[in-house]
Nanobody, 120 residues
């Protein structure tokens, strides 16, 4: 499966961005999907995931209530709606396929990352 992330950019604190991850290759519905982020000098951090069957979602405590993960089966896309952004949300955001787990090692495929910068 191939993943292409997009939608990053520069936004002021309190603003919103929507990230998209286009999925191609194998059947979209075979995969659970997740979003991770990596800030400068830090490890890759779990953000959110959505399961392949029921679409059950899971979120990191740090973004709970501000971010929403969703999927568009027709367009073969997974999205991350980010609201009430904070400067500490600044990071490169990655989409990943193959799990709903909270560690990067549980995922099989990764997109290239998209940079989100939140100014104070």
């Amino acid at each position: 499966v191939q993943l292409q992330a997009s939608g990053g950019g520069l936004v002021q604190a309190g603003g919103s961005l929507r990230l998209s991850c286009a999925v191609s290759g194998h059947t979209f519905m075979w995969y659970s999907m997740g979003w991770f982020r990596q800030a400068p000098g830090k490890g890759r951090e779990f953000v959110a995931s959505i399961s392949r069957g029921t679409g059950r979602t899971n979120y990191a405590d740090s973004i709970q209530g501000r971010f929403t993960i969703s999927r568009d089966k027709r367009l073969k896309m997974v999205r991350l709606q980010m609201d009430s952004l904070k400067p500490e949300d600044t990071a490169v955001y990655f989409c990943a396929a193959g799990s709903t787990g909270m560690t990067p090692e549980e995922y099989q495929s990764w997109g290239q990352g998209t940079l989100v910068t939140v100014s104070s």
